[in-house]
């Protein structure tokens, strides 16, 4: 198990690192204290429960206080822990987007899914999925509001990652949740990489999702890959500015006839060279282990192959 790391970012909200694949700042949860009961939001991948139970213990906290389980959506490096916490947390119940409640339930066709992304991985990656007993999930809807001790969370429905995605609007902070509709961003760089895996990636529907995120002109994005961010307006434009980017030269190789293996390799240059732009290109790994350039490619693949026969 690797050494558990805490960062709080707010006097009631502590960032879990689950050192993902023993390397840090990859995946995080955060941890809500205030009031009598613990909130957390993203359970993360089983593959690291025990780190994640381990960083909410260096904090101060028992587990076991644990009530709420917030998972914006249900990709594995998001809710894959949850059949194994709510079998450990007596007390927790899951809260999770109408869509991917009933693969939370049944993860059958879930982990089939990402059987044919991973193959082999499965276990190194994510560790045991475990269904989790319908009486422990709750459905949220787009506008639900959430009382975690004494802060009151709003959910928004956010597509275009996943059409099960969730973020979290906690007004009083002006703070947003993110998941995974605010990219990905480690280190604390200036710099956004769009996480577009099959197969329900949708460009439009992620442009309105980031609309109704700057809507609520926010001063803090606290995202799941990776921390906590105080420039959203800078932020969100570079998230959709190297997603369109990216799109366009996948669809202009795409209708070239080029096959996916020889994009992934020309996506991966430019990005590596965009990284080394800004810093140094050790960072290119851990963004690859956050949301590779094959699983990008594909997204890409899909989704123009579903427009196109639309």
């Known amino acids: 198990m690797a050494e558990p790391s805490v960062r709080q970012v ?3 909200i502590f960032l879990i690192d689950q050192h993902f694949q023993g ?3 990859i995946i995080g949860s955060y941890l809500l204290t205030g009031g009598d009961e613990l909130t957390l939001i993203e359970a993360g991948p089983a593959s690291t429960t025990e780190t994640l139970l381990a960083g909410i213990r260096s904090a101060g906290f028992d587990p076991e206080r644990i009530t709420r389980i917030l998972v914006t959506h249900i990709h594995l490096d998001h809710a894959g822990a949850c059949g194994t916490l709510v079998r450990r947390l007596p007390r927790a119940t899951v809260y999770v ?3 991917g409640a009933p693969h939370l339930v049944d993860p059958e066709r879930l982990l089939s899914s990402a059987s044919r992304i991973y193959g082999d991985q499965m276990e190194t990656l994510w560790g045991e999925i475990l269904p989790v007993p319908a009486d422990r999930v709750v459905e949220v809807h787009d506008g639900d509001e959430i009382l975690t001790g004494g802060t009151t969370l709003r959910a928004l429905d956010t597509p275009g990652h996943a059409h099960h995605h969730l973020a979290f609007h906690d007004a009083d902070r002006r703070a947003v949740f993110t998941g995974d509709v605010a990219g990905v961003r480690l280190g604390g760089l ?3 990489r769009p996480p577009t895996p099959p197969p329900e990636l949708d460009l439009e529907l ?5 609309l109704r995120l700057r809507e609520l002109r926010p001063e803090r994005l606290l995202l799941t890959h990776f921390g906590a961010f105080d420039d959203p307006d800078w932020h969100l434009d570079d998230l959709l500015s190297r997603l369109f980017y990216w799109a366009g030269r996948v669809e202009t190789r795409l209708d070239d006839g080029t096959d996916a293996e020889l994009i992934t390799r020309e ?5 590596d060279q965009e990284i080394d732009r800004i810093t140094d290109r050790e960072w290119a790994q851990p963004y690859e282990l956050a949301t590779n350039y094959r699983m990008t490619v594909d997204g890409f693949a899909r989704y123009f192959r579903k427009r196109n026969r639309g």
């Open 10 to 12: 707010e006097p009631d």
């Open 23 to 25: 390397v840090p700042g």
């Open 97 to 99: 987007h109408p869509i």
């Open 190 to 192: 200036s710099y956004v």
């Open 206 to 210: 992620w442009r309105q999702s980031v």
């Open 267 to 271: 996506l991966e240059r430019v990005g």
